[in-house]
């Protein structure tokens, strides 16, 4: 029996800001969960199963928070699981949901990411005082610097292609209400002028630390027949992992990043990525990692990724369009980054992206990674339902 | 094994948590010594309350205030109080359903001995004498002979002056350390400033540090092999941001090191050398400090920049 088609038909984000004060983690997912019921028209009563994810419990100190948040996501007398696949966990929660219905296992899914920042300090929770192990010696960026270093010295990129993503996505984050970050006056001179942190990462390059949830209503052929509004259906999906040391790992252009994009346009039928997608949304917490993932995921060739992002051929207006919402660079609650680029390709393909949506958008790429390069989780979303 | 080393690893955090409208005003009731539930759809009274109701998901704000006293439903002696534990005395964690409450909250019960409790004693809350707006508020339960409070809760609007909305929670988990057989004969090995690596069977990768199992062919290493102590930087990056708990001056060099020998690189900073002038290829060694387990730092050798393609595989 072939698989069941699965249609994205409902999509909730909170605003993301630096710290919902206002909020518990309930009322914070809650949020989430109701406009992605809104938006597919359906209530609590309608969904069979609840799949959650967020990073690591020491990034709220709240062991488990799944538990408790089964009443505020109408989880009781329901089947609700918890993903965790550090920072891909956002990407990797939905397509668990997106299997779930695509097995017949459940007719509707609601499924989560979420994470609240302001409650604790993610640097703090990454670098616990391991005994007897040589201490970190450079903070959050100083784990990914030396990897873009290497990716200049491989391909010859020049110093100003990082600065180009962080003023491409700070300005597409002008555009999408539900944006961290929304510097108006935002300029490419200062976004080179702002200091390095970990050279040759500028501060305007480092994505911020966000308070935030992200929800998706995933759904059978029948439920996307009763939609309001267009679905985004799933024309494939995969995750890979590998471990986050080994010799011979390419930091630069790790082979799990590279099978799992194999593996998904095998699905979708996609030959020519570079032309036959029409936006991505691609995990770039670092800004050079944009150039790097090009390549990873196959829409340029080795040492190429750059001269796309210099040429303009991801901005907005180019012909293909990177983080439109913003991407990362604008918004990251870190369990909740891989779903907000899962959901903003479909919203792309269901032609509900607003200001930043991209004219015509027939098929889109979300994508997600984390741990040190060590989980990849994608999926490529269409307009139109899967081909037989 | 006895050669296996270990250490106790604390991890402790004050986490803060924003309590959203609820919460609030079950802490800020604490403070002002009242006790608040919330009515659910079908008429229950849930003590402590909650946000949403667990039977029809629906969001709830129907706020009542519950009595002080209470009916003890099940219960478990803790002969031997913890750390930061309500009691410094042996107590019992009881499961108190206040009377007008239909759930029970979880507590402490001040209480001579297991054989002064049973399931279906009445007790009341003993307040602390300094409350803040947290669960501490309530010290502890004690036993209580006297009236009953009313079943039928009061509505209560939940509305305080000055609310508490947010508290700190530190948590803290003790945890012994074993680094395990590999990483502890690497560092026997580092006590004489020497660098031992273990191959793997396999694929025959040498592994710094050793983990004692190769990544990638999942089999055991026990080869061990000697690297360094020279090796060459691969790839680095310059720190221009202090980080907390690091005693180091900014600017400095936080580089990737290929021992020579060695399948892969490892962390380590660069020093005796402008940081600017850093680059990938420079050849180091590690440079030792009184006391320390690992290299303070690594320093150019004088030696010739190794060739990109010598070590690019490793970047
Ligand atoms: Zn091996």
Known sequence: ??????AVVGIGQTKHVAARHDVSIAGLVREAAVRALEDAGLAWSDIDAVVIGKAPDFFEGVMMPELYLADALGAVGKPMLRVHTAGSVGGSTALVAANLVAARVHRTVLTLAFEKQSESNAMWGLSLPVPFQQPLLAGAGGFFAPHVRAYMRRTGAPDAVGSLVAYKDRRNALKNPYAHLHDHDITLEKVRAAPMLWDPIRYSETCPSSDGACA????????AARS?????????????????????????SPQAGKDCAADVYRQARITDPRREIDAVEMYVPFSWYEPMWLENLGFADEGEGWKLTEAGVTELDGDLPVNPSGGVLSTNPIGASGMI????????????????????????????????AQFFAMWLVGAEPPPG | MSDVLSAPLVVEFPFTRSLGPVQ???LTGLRERTVLGVRTEDGTVLVPPVEYDPVTANEIRDLVEVAPTGTVTTWAWNPSPGRDQPLDTPFAWVLVRLDGAGTALLHALDAPGPDAVRTGMRVRIRWAATRTGAIADIACFEPHDGEPGATEPAEHTGEFADPVTGIVTPARLDYVHTPGRAQSAYLAALEGHRTVGERCPACRKVYVPPRGACPTCGVATAEQVEV??????????IVNIKAKNLDIEVPYVYAHIALDGADLALHGRIAGIPYDQVRMGLRVEPVWVEGARHPDHYRPTGEPDADYDTYKELV
């Open chain 2, 228 to 237: 360094g102590p020279r090796g060459t930087v691969t790839t680095f990056c």
């Open chain 1, 341 to 372: 680029r899962f959901a903003e390709a479909a919203l792309q393909v269901r032609g509900r992206a607003g200001e930043h949506q991209i004219d015509g958008a027939t098929r889109a790429l979300g994508h997600a990674y984390g741990g040190g």
């Open chain 1, 216 to 223: 998706m209503i995933l759904t059978d052929r029948e439920g």
């Open chain 1, 1 to 6: 029996m072939s698989k069941e088609p699965v």
């Open chain 1, 228 to 252: 309001p509004h267009p679905p985004a259906w799933v024309h494939g999906g995969a995750m890979r992992s590998e471990p986050t040391l080994f010799a011979g790992k390419d930091f630069v």
């Open chain 2, 24 to 26: 609030s005003a079950f």
